[in-house]
């Protein structure tokens, strides 16, 4: 059974820009959430996906949106960047909805000049 | 909403010595708790969590967690410590109603052990 993966690892962008960032759940995972960690936090939830369907949203704006696809990957698109957005972006998959446990992947850390 | 709180941002010990970190939760019911554990530059790796049942939880690498409904914490405790537990500690707080999409994570607690 292969892990969750993320890519990239690093990015950087500049202030306005639009970034789309990938991750790869484990197969038969049908459920996967996003998370922003700024530096020196804790994970914030930035949204979950199940079966292609939005399900559930933290307090995160509209210009970040997201994909999952029916082979188990999903996106993170974060338009008209901020400096705030900067940070590490987690994913984590769950084989099922109801499942409790949640698998992480290594994050991408995108960087906003 | 839930919320976690982790009392303590920075903690060293000794290598060999006994650990607990401390969290507490804010939840109207009994939550889903978990324990994380991020090495720098990584992604969480679960230690252990705590949903229903026996309030003592074992986890991975000698780990334990005790569940405690009078206090709302779930402290994480390790009998002796290793070097390589150095690492940032994450305790989170799910909803078995919302089925876990909106998870609440603490700001955490860094471990640092000294030789």
């Known amino acids: 059974e292969t892990g969750v993966t993320q890519s990239p690892t690093h990015l950087i962008k500049t202030r306005g820009q639009q970034v789309t960032l990938r991750c790869s759940s484990q197969s038969g995972h049908n459920t996967v959430s996003w998370y922003q960690q700024a530096l020196g936090q804790g994970p914030q939830f930035i ?24 082979n188990y990957s999903s996106e993170l698109n974060v338009n008209a960047l901020e400096l705030d957005d900067s940070a590490l972006y987690l994913c984590a998959s769950s084989p099922r909805l109801a499942d409790e446990t949640q698998y992480f992947g290594p994050g991408t850390r995108l960087l906003v000049l | 909403a839930q919320s976690v709180t982790q009392p303590d941002i920075h903690i060293t010990v000794s290598e060999g010595a006994s650990l607990e970190l401390r969290c507490n939760y804010s939840y109207g019911a009994t939550p889903y708790l978990f324990w994380y554990v991020q090495s720098p530059g990584q992604g969480l790796q679960l230690l252990l969590k705590y949903f229903s049942g026996d309030t003592l939880v074992q986890g991975i690498k000698g780990f334990e967690a005790e569940f405690k409904r009078s206090q709302s914490s779930f402290n994480l405790r390790k009998p002796s410590v290793h ?14 109603i919302y089925n876990n999409n909106d998870m609440r994570f603490g700001a955490g607690t860094r471990l640092t052990v000294k030789p």
Do not use: I, T
Request: glycine residues 10%.
């Open chain 1, 47 to 70: 949204f979950q996906y199940y079966r292609e369907e939005e399900n559930g949203r933290g307090n995160f704006p509209p210009r970040f949106s997201g994909l999952q696809f029916p």
């Open chain 2, 83 to 96: 070097w390589s537990d150095a690492a940032e500690y994450f305790c989170a707080v799910g909803s078995p």
